[in-house]
Nanobody, 117 residues
Framework: QVQLVESGGGLVQAGESLRLSCAAS????????MGWFRQAPGKEREFVAA???????WYADSVKGRFTISRDNAKTTVYLQMNRLKPEDTAVYYC???????????WGQGTQVTVSS
């Protein structure tokens, strides 16, 4: 059974940084893509960033240039470095494992990120 556990969320002021972590277990981590998504109150969940097994990365336009996704296969952990945070980045952030191309089958419980203005 795949388990994904996020950590690193918190309350910060606009312009500050946070690094989220997602520890994975239950699969050969290095073989799978991983993604970060977020859901703000009253809004649908949206894609933030993804990294494939070959370290190719993708970003939502809203975070491009500010957020960086990375992975450490030895630690079976994926990270989301978030810089120059904005109040509109406030959301619950979820990591997910891409079981097949474009399909995220496993999700973590989420970690809250709150950015005050």
């Amino acid at each position: 059974q795949v388990q994904l556990v996020e950590s690193g969320g918190g309350l910060v002021q606009a312009g500050e940084s946070l690094r989220l972590s997602c520890a994975a277990s239950g699969r050969t981590f290095s073989s799978y893509g991983m993604g970060w998504f977020r859901q703000a109150p009253g809004k649908e969940r949206e894609f933030v960033a993804a990294i494939r097994w070959n370290t190719n990365t993708w970003y939502a336009d809203s975070v491009k240039g500010r957020f960086t996704i990375s992975r450490d296969n030895a630690k079976t952990t994926v990270y989301l470095q978030m810089n120059r945070l904005k109040p509109e980045d406030t959301a619950v952030y979820y990591c997910a494992l891409e079981g097949s191309v474009g399909r995220y089958d496993y999700w973590g419980q989420g970690t809250q990120v709150t950015v005050s203005s």
